[in-house]
C-alpha cells in the first residue's frame, strides 16, 4: 500500500499523522471485533490493516484496547455547555465525540428575549443573554470558538411557540405557524438537523397534534428529521406513541422517541407493549428511539407533572442552592410542609425523579433499535449520573456485568444506528474516510463511576478520545484541544 501526506501527491510521500496500533476494532457495524492498526491523516481516518507500513509522526500502542468510534449522545441538552464549558469533559471522559443539542422542545435558537426564559428552556441556560436570535448566529459563533466535541443541533419547538406566541396556554393559531414555521425555515438553511418537540411540558402542553404537523411540514424534503419528547410517558404512552407515529406520517418525516421509558408503578412491564408499537409502526415508517441506561429521570423541579415518581432529589435551586442533592421529601418534612409547598419555595429549581423499572430500562436497552443518548443535565449544581456516565453503563454494567448484549452491540448502539438515524454522514463507522472520531478504551474494565449521590466523577477504562483526528481525552483528563466541528445538515 502506498501511504501518501495530504497534498495527495505520490510523489511526495510524508509522514501520516498517527497509527494507533494492534487494538481490537470494534468498528460501529455491530460486527465482530478484529485487530488491526489504524492510520489517521488530517483528520480522517486514512487506512485500517494488520502491521501498516509507512512513516507516522506519532505511533501508540492499542494492544489489550478496543477501538471503536467516538460515541453520539444523541440526546443531550448541551446547546449552551458547548459555549460555556468547550472542555465538554462531563462528555469526553465517557468517549463522546459528538453530542446532540436541541433536544424536548427546546433549543438555545432562535430566541430574542430579555427576561429569563420559562421551564423548560431554563435547563439550557436561566439568563436570556446566553440564547441566539438566529442559528447562522449561533454555529458561526461555535465555528469561532469550537468545543472539543463536535455539535448536530436541533430547533426545539418550544423555542419557536416561546418566540412567537404571547400566550403559551393554548395551540398556535395559523399565524403564528406560519412565523414558527419561517423560523424552522431558517435554522435549517443554516444547517439544523431537525425539530423536537417536548408536548410533555407546559410550554408546549397546548399544542394540537394538528400544530406539530403544521410546523413539521416540508421537513423531509430539507433531510431533516424530528424527535420527542412525548406527551406522556406514563399511563398515555401508547396514546402518545401514537401521536408521535401520525406526526410522522403526516408531516411525512422520520420521528425519534426520545429517552423511551414507561414511567410510574401502574406502567412497569409495559415496555413489552410499546416496543412491540414502536416495531409495527417501524414496519409503515421511520421510526427510531432512544434511552438512558437508568431508573430515575431528571428534568424542571415540578411535582405535578412528576406526580408517579416514588422519590425526587433536587438537582438545583437558584433561592436555596444548599437543596442541591437533598431529598425533597425529608426538605418538606424538615420544613413542615408539603413537597408541593417545599418546591415551590425552591423555584426556579430542577429535580431527580425515580420513576422507571429496572425491567423496562434493560428491555429497551436490549432492543436492536435503541440508541443511546444521556438527557445528562450539565448546568445542574447535584446532576443525575447519566451526565457523567451514561456511556460507559451501557458497556460496563450492561453489556460486561449484565451481559445484556455483546460489546460490538452495545457499541453499535452509540455510534453507526445513531449516525444514520440522525443523518451525520461519516460518523460512527472506523472505516477509511470517515472522520476520525474515535474512543480507546479498556473493555475489562470501562466503567461508570459516578452515582447518584456522587454524580461528578470520571469513568474508568476511557484511555484515549480522539475527534476529527485531535486528541481531546488521555490518561485521565481534557488535552486543551477544541477540534469540534459544527455538524450541518447534509
Ligand atoms: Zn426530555
Redesign the pocket.
Known sequence: MQLTEGSDSPLHPGPLDTVIRNAAVVDGSGGPRFHADVAIHRGKIHSIGVGLAGRFQQELDGAGQVLAPGFIDVHTHDDYAVISDRSNLCKISQGVTTVVTG??GVSIAPLNIRYRPPPPLDLLSGDPDHFFATFEDYFKYLEDSPAAVNVAAQVGHSTLRVATMSDLQRPADAGEIKRMRRLLEDALRAGAIGMST?L?YRTAQASTTQEVIDVAKGMRERGAIHTT?MRDEADAVAESLAETFRIGREADVPVIV??HKCSGTRNFGRSIETLALIDAAARQQEVGFDVYPYCASS?VLDVEKFRDATRIVVSWSIPHPEAAGRDLAELAAEHGLSQKAMADRLQPAGGIYFMMDEVDVSRILAHPQSMIGS?GLPGDTHPHPRLWGTFPRVLGHYSRELNLFPLEAAVRKMTSLSARQFNLSNRGLVRPGYQADLVLFDPLTVKDLATFDHPVRHSAGIHLVMVNGAAVYQDGAATGAFPGQVLRRS
Do not use: I
Open positions: 433536544n424536548c417536548g410533555f419528547h426520545s429517552h428534568s438527557d
